[in-house]
C-alpha cells in the first residue's frame, strides 16, 4: 500500500533558530506539522513511522558551489569515464553526504579537460538529461564562465535561453589576479591538475594574459544583464580587492565566492553581499592555496554561506566542526542550508518549516563526527543505513 506520508518522531529538530525535541508530520512532500514533544505523537491513518531515537534532525543541505562532477568523470588527468555513470555514482555519494540539493559546478573555457568548451557542454546535457528521467537528490546547474574564453559568451547566453543555468559566476583564471597572484602559482596549479608540462603551461599563461586584456566588459554586462531578468543569481570568484568587487556589484553580482583576503570579504559584507566559502578550507583549517582562512571569516561574521567547492563529504562535518567550536547549531546548519538557498532564490527549501519541502537529514554522532542515517528528498526516503558489530570471525549483530 502506497504511504500518504510519514511522521518523525522523538527527533531532535533543527530549526532555522532553535533546536526543538518533538516530532516532524510530513505529507505530499512537504512539511505539514512540527510538534514539541510534549504533543502526543500523531497517528495518521496511512502514515509510515520512522523513530529517530533522539537524534538530529536537519534541513537538506544546499551546495551552491561543487565541481564534483569533474573529478567523477575525470579522476585522473586523460582518464576519462561515461558521464551517465558518474552521476549516478556521484549522486550516491550526494545523498549520503546529506545534500539534497546540487548546484553542479562546471567551467566553460578554462580551455584543458573538462572545461573545454565541447565536454563541459556534453556534461551539462548529460546533467540535464538525467535529471529528466531520475534523481535521488536535486541536480541543479552553476555555471561558471571564464571570462577571457572570449569565444564562449554566446554558448552561455544560449544556455540561459534555454532554461538550464541555474545559477552564473563570472571568473578570470590568469597568472596576477584572484587566487594566482603569486608568481608561478597559475602554472603550478595548470601543471599539477593538468598534466602539461612547464612549456605548456606556460603558453597557457601567456594566452590567458593576452586574453584578458582583451575581455569585453560591455558584453559581460549584457548577460548578466539577461541572466538576471531570468532570475538567475550571479557571483563573481576569487576577489582580490575592493575594486573588483566594485566591477562586479555594477554588474549585478549579489554573491563573491572565495574571496582572497578577510579585508576583501568584510568588504563585500559591508555592501549587503553574500560571501561564500568553503567546507574543506574548515575542515583543513587553511586554504589550500594559502588565501583567506573560511574559519577566520565565519567567526569575524564576513562569511555566511559555506559550500563543499570540490569535496562534498566535507560539507556537513564542517557544519559540525563550527558548532564545536562555539557556533550554535541552528546558524551553522544555516550556513548550508537556509542561507544559501535565500541567496540563490530557491524558495521553500532549506529549512525545517511548515510548508517547505521535506529535504531532511536523519543524523547520528558518532564520536562527535556526524553521520547520516537517512536522507529524505520530497519527503521520499533516497538514502537509508545502518551499521553492525562484529561478535566473533564470520558473525555479526545489526546495530539499529
Keep these: 500500500m502506497q504511504m500518504k506520508g510519514l511522521v518523525i518522531s522523538n527527533a531532535r529538530m533543527v530549526l532555522p533558530d532553535t533546536v526543538l525535541d518533538g516530532h516532524l508530520v510530513v505529507e505530499q512532500g512537504r512539511i505539514r506539522q512540527i510538534l514539541p514533544a510534549d504533543r502526543a505523537v500523531p497517528r495518521q491513518e496511512g502514515f509510515a513511522h520512522l523513530d529517530a531515537q533522539g537524534r538530529y534532525v536537519l534541513p537538506g543541505l544546499v551546495d551552491i558551489h561543487s565541481d564534483a562532477i569533474e573529478k567523477e568523470v575525470q579522476p585522473r588527468p586523460n582518464t576519462l569515464f561515461p558521464m551517465r555513470m558518474a552521476m549516478v555514482e556521484l549522486e550516491k555519494k550526494l545523498a549520503a553526504a546529506g545534500i539534497t540539493t546540487m548546484y553542479h559546478s562546471l567551467s566553460l573555457g578554462v580551455g584543458l579537460s573538462l572545461r573545454g568548451e565541447d565536454k563541459l557542454l556534453a556534461l551539462i546535457d548529460e546533467i540535464v538529461d538525467y535529471r529528466r528521467r531520475r534523481s535521488m537528490v536535486r541536480h541543479l546547474i552553476h555555471l561558471r564562465y571564464e571570462l577571457i574564453h572570449l569565444e564562449g559568451i554566446e554558448r552561455v547566453r544560449e544556455r540561459i535561453d534555454r532554461g538550464v543555468v541555474d545559477y552564473l559566476s563570472f571568473m578570470i583564471h590568469a597568472p596576477g589576479i584572484g ?10 596549479y595548470v601543471m599539477k591538475n593538468q598534466g602539461v608540462t612547464r612549456a605548456e603551461a606556460e603558453d597557457i599563461a601567456r594566452s590567458a594574459l593576452e586574453r584578458k586584456e582583451r575581455v569585453r566588459w560591455d558584453e559581460v554586462a549584457r548577460i548578466a544583464e539577461h541572466a538576471a531578468q531570468k532570475g538567475i543569481a550571479i557571483a563573481s570568484h576569487d576577489d582580490d580587492s575592493p575594486d573588483m568587487v566594485d566591477r562586479y556589484r555594477r554588474l549585478g553580482v549579489t554573491i563573491s565566492e572565495f574571496p582572497i583576503t578577510l579585508d576583501v570579504a568584510r568588504y563585500v559584507r ?41 569535496h562534498p563529504p566535507a560539507l556537513l562535518p564542517a557544519v559540525f566542526h563550527l558548532h564545536g567550536r562555539g557556533m550554535p547549531l541552528p546558524e551553522a546548519v544555516r550556513m548550508a542550508s537556509l542561507n544559501p538557498a535565500n541567496a540563490l532564490g530557491l524558495g521553500g527549501t532549506g529549512a525545517i518549516r511548515e510548508g517547505y519541502r521535506a529535504d531532511l537529514l536523519l543524523i547520528e554522532l558518532m564520536e562527535g563526527y556526524p553521520v547520516v542515517r537517512s536522507t529524505l528528498v520530497d519527503g521520499v526516503t533516497v538514502y537509508s543505513s545502518d551499521y553492525y558489530v562484529r561478535r566473533e570471525p564470520g558473525r555479526s549483530e545489526p546495530v539499529g
Aim: a negative charge; charged letters at 20%.
Design 270 to 310: 559591508r555592501l549587503g553581499m553574500h560571501v561564500c566559502v568553503g567546507a574543506p578550507n574548515v575542515i583543513r583549517g587553511q586554504s589550500h592555496d594559502g588565501n583567506l582562512s573560511a574559519t577566520e571569516a565565519i567567526e569575524d561574521g564576513s562569511a555566511d554561506l559555506l559550500c563543499s567547492d570540490y
Design 179 to 188: 587566487q594566482y597572484n603569486k608568481p608561478g602559482s597559475f602554472e603550478a
